[in-house]
């Protein structure tokens, strides 16, 4: 036999051995993302975010802010001195530590997740509870709760700063004009003033005024089902929540923490809790008042399934979750850069580890 006609056969073996392997090893192309459309009338539940959130009872100046700014990094604030607002709010972590409970003093553990600070000046009352009226009210109650920062008393929170000569000058332009400006009060309004900066404007604040092209198909499809679902009930406004609302309206929430009842023991309060904020929120994990769940998927599930009685799809979830990805905004780096903290005097505690 010549050697033409067995050069033939085996590249014709070859090729049709080549093309059925490619056949089995090749992936179909992905399904192209059907074109979402989006009723922009049911965006009127959105507010583009400000640029920073104002209250007339305490005007932002920015001296407040300067003094805010070292206040929040300060763990001379804390009984032991080594745990500081940004220890359970990290601001370059957008505004979370990732535990399901944060450490405290004696490396005590928090009963409720530590909730992102970003965007909460858009909440209507602060805390999971909602006991505190505002940023400044809140401000106050981590120093003084002994699981946290365990402060024994606003009266040696005071000492501690006037024995700071640096605080004592910042509190004087802060406050002007005021006689004794070193004030536990003064003190949280100038951390109020700090946060009610600390905004992360997204993609979705641009495709909000109006432009299409600032959200992809496949983001515009999560808002669909996202809208589709109903979540703009209770996640709305410029926060993308905030408000108060009963977890498990109509499937129970398996929950030890009634929320808002603790404070006030009124039934109606029972498991009312303050809506999380849905900006950055594929960042700030993990979920829940209690932080048990570690995948948003399956946030998103529990929450069609206890707010509105209803089982959606794995595929359906990850869509809405595409969609807030949307909202992860940019952290403000030179505005959240830790400050050089005045130098203690020397009447300023020790560390008190008791």
């Not at 960042?283 to 769940?293: A, E, I, L, N």
């Not at 992860?328 to 008190?352: C, F, Q, R, V």
Request: with cysteine; hydrophobic share 35%; glycine share 8%.
């Amino acid at each position: 036999m010549k050697l033409k006609t067995l050069v033939r056969p085996l590249v014709l073996v070859a090729t049709t051995v080549g093309a059925m392997a490619l056949a089995q090893t090749a992936k179909p192309a992905p399904a192209a993302v059907q074109k979402a459309v989006i009723d922009r009338a049911l965006l009127n539940a959105f507010k583009v975010l400000p640029t920073r959130f104002e209250d007339a009872k305490n005007p932002i100046t920015s001296e407040k802010v300067e003094l805010g700014r070292m206040l929040y990094f300060d763990t001379r604030l804390s009984k032991n001195q080594d745990v500081s607002c940004n220890s359970c709010h990290d601001l370059n972590k957008f505004g979370v530590d990732g535990k399901p409970f944060s450490t405290g003093h004696k490396k005590q553990l928090g009963g409720r997740n530590s909730p992102t600070v970003y965007n909460a000046g858009g909440h209507i009352l602060q805390f999971w509870d909602g006991r505190a009226a505002n940023l400044e009210e809140q401000a106050k109650g981590p120093i003084l709760n002994p699981v946290e920062m365990a402060m024994p008393s606003a009266e040696r929170v005071v000492e501690t700063v006037k024995s700071i000569p640096g605080y004592v000058t910042a509190f004087q332009k802060a406050f002007p004009g005021e006689a004794d400006p070193v004030t536990y009060d003064n003190l949280a309004k100038a951390i109020g003033a700090f946060e009610r900066q600390l905004v992360t404007p997204s993609r979705f604040d641009k495709y909000l005024a109006g432009d299409e092209n600032a959200l992809s198909e496949a983001e515009k499809a999560g808002l669909e089902k996202f809208l589709g679902q109903g979540c703009q009930t209770c996640h709305n406004g410029p926060a993308i929540g905030g408000s108060l609302q009963k977890l498990g309206l109509v499937v129970p929430f398996p929950s030890k923490d009634q929320g808002r009842f603790d404070v006030t023991k009124n039934e109606a309060d029972r498991m009312i809790f303050r809506v999380p904020t849905l900006r950055n929120v594929t960042k700030t994990g993990p979920w829940f008042h209690d932080g048990s769940v570690k995948e948003l998927p399956t946030a998103v599930k529990l929450m069609a399934q206890h707010q509105f009685g209803r089982q959606i799809s794995d595929e359906d979830a990850k869509s809405i979750v595409t969609f807030l990805d949307s909202l992860t905004g940019e952290l403000p780096k030179s505005y959240i850069a830790k400050p050089k903290l005045p130098a203690s005097g020397p009447k300023t505690p020790k560390p008190d580890p008791s």
